[in-house]
């Protein structure tokens, strides 16, 4: 008998009459012999519910507070299928953060996991219980109050339960069937993955495919934690996300990804002088701007244009920190220019390190349909441009096609 | 400084602008240099939502479980409310049942409290905090999970609260401005007692007087909390429930209760022997049927006639409960003859022990408007009767006036 991990986000037990789909979906693993371990979100709509209750409350809070009402709607979910699942005859309890307990840092409503204890869940299998039911998104600090891991924590705690655990899979049930080549939105014949590397998965999953919770890909690569993805509404097999070396064969893109959710800012007659770069991006991080893909052009004469991309919704606070530096002069430049009709495409795959042309490839499928690319910036396993936002679709599809991502 | 626990009941912090106003009065109880221990509810509605799921997951449901999900409410109020007190400057902190801890017996649903360690608490105030808000109701077992007090178990938790820091006064906020001489819908002078003793306050909490849980005063009698039970909404003076020793002067009759819920049951030509009684009431008692008053007619002949009164909804349960008896041959009777139009009237005050001519004065008013009396049963501090149910307004009224209860 081996541990199996699955955790069922806040969609996946949105009523009680899905409750008793998950309490299903538990009791069919239970009956092939897995201890299973659940771990479960509060029901959707009830942590956005808790969270506007603190904001109206006041809009600046304790996050020890925050975290002690934010953290109650996975309690009653948990107890809830606790209940379902005794009434289909199968021994389980509901756990806690703080029973477990799952220790962690004290930095509330964005706490890290330091320690997951296993021996008295381990004692309560023993004793017969067939089920643990977790609350995700909780631990206790080690002054003894609760903290949250922030949105999105369930997913952690699935994951570092996994870990701690030596789960043989933890399964992550969600409302889409697993990771596909691109949005099926955008792209009619999108295919879903059988197995994809975590490396994939992150660079996948911080750009829009937001199906899994980066940090719990880190840590399921870290503790090499077998994740799958997987629909609690239909019953398929999901995406497997893996070491690279489970892959039989790897191919060399695995996907398209696309965001519309992107800003470009150039500032364009900078001084070309040593430690520029560390003069303009210092600031943009201090003032805590997720600054992603940069360029800077050649110099003509003592000038140069530099050009960076960051989420919207940080535009006016990269451009005041800009300007915030030019004014103590620490920087100097012409302009800057802000274009926010924009959209970054990104082809992913760990076999691009091992086939030349991909970008070659990329960027002639797109010239073809006369499309322009602004900004271009490339990792080991990913290719990242920015095109005009009007043109985002049709570039996703083209890549799609260009590397027949609908093809096995 | 002193302690003082003040509790708010769930209309008390039914929704974010009262739990503001909540706010304010404890804040100024901590200007007063108390140290504030506030008990708080979930808000309104929300105990019942919670208990709604539970059972709508499953008829029949663990305890532990049901603990876990109806215990969240508490918490959320506790948290909301210290995040509102921070905001007015005041260092505020919320306390689960586990975190103090108030550790309960592991009856779940209606546990007993064991003991309430204060080490927790009081080591918080010396180190700054002002006012600790503990979730009412919820405890934690030996076998370190959640426990429920049952129903209006924050009094419970408020006074138990009280006697372990040994506060100056327990404070119940409620919706109602404190404990009146009788029903204020019934009788329009009725007036709000500035005292009343614990054991006077008993005898009318447990005839529907719904304004505090019976065990809370059961309690407070034990262990001498000053109770005062007054209005979050009006600042007023409420009612002090205290020793008898602390009233200046007791009264003869402190207060008038009526109920319809009551339902009246004979037994007549009952085969007179020695253990009779005991022959009917053992299987009431096995049935769960709480008898109230009792009366035994003088035997004629060989037979006589019991009556008792019960709760309405148990009649059908007592009905079965004697005819079963019966069959088995451990009872005989010629008739069973069930009155549900019969309400419960009583007159209560410590005053009784020691002034003759209460009941006759009592039954005397009544006659005089020719209200027939159905049952009288009478214990130290009060003497209770059944009548006609159109006539329970009247009788009220009526010994309302006669004992002059509207004069201070």
Known sequence: MSYLVQKFGGTSVGDLERIENVAGIIASEVRKNNKVIAIVSAMSGETNRLVEQVKQTSPVYDGREYDVIVSTGENITAGLLAIKLQDLGIPARSWMGWQIPIITTSMHSNARILEIKTENIEKKFV??????????????????????LGRGGSDTTAVAISAAFNAKRCDIFTDVEGIFTTDPRIVKNARKLDKISYEEMLELASMGAKVLHTRSVELAMRYDVNLQVLSSFREKIGTLVCREDKMLESRMISGVASSKDEAKVTLSGVLDKPGIAAAIFGPLSESGINVDMIIQNVSENETTDI??????????????????????????????????????????????????????????????????????????????????????????????????????
């Open 127 to 148: 004793e017969g219980m067939k089920v643990a039911i977790v609350s995700g998104f909780q631990g206790i600090s080690k002054e003894n109050r609760i903290s949250t």
């Open 307 to 408: 050009t960076f991309s960051c989420p919207m919704s940080q535009v006016s606070a990269a451009e005041a920190a800009i300007h915030k530096a030019s004014k103590k002069k620490e920087i100097s430049f012409k302009a800057c220019v802000i274009d926010t009709e924009v959209a970054k495409v990104s082809i992913v795959g760990i076999g691009m390190r091992s086939h030349a042309g991909i970008a070659k490839k990329m960027f002639e499928s797109l010239a073809h349909e006369n499309i322009n690319i602004l900004v271009i910036s490339t990792s080991e396993i990913k290719i990242s441009i920015l095109v005009e936002q009007k043109y985002m679709e049709l570039a996703v599809q083209v890549l799609h096609d260009a590397f027949e991502l609908d093809k096995v």
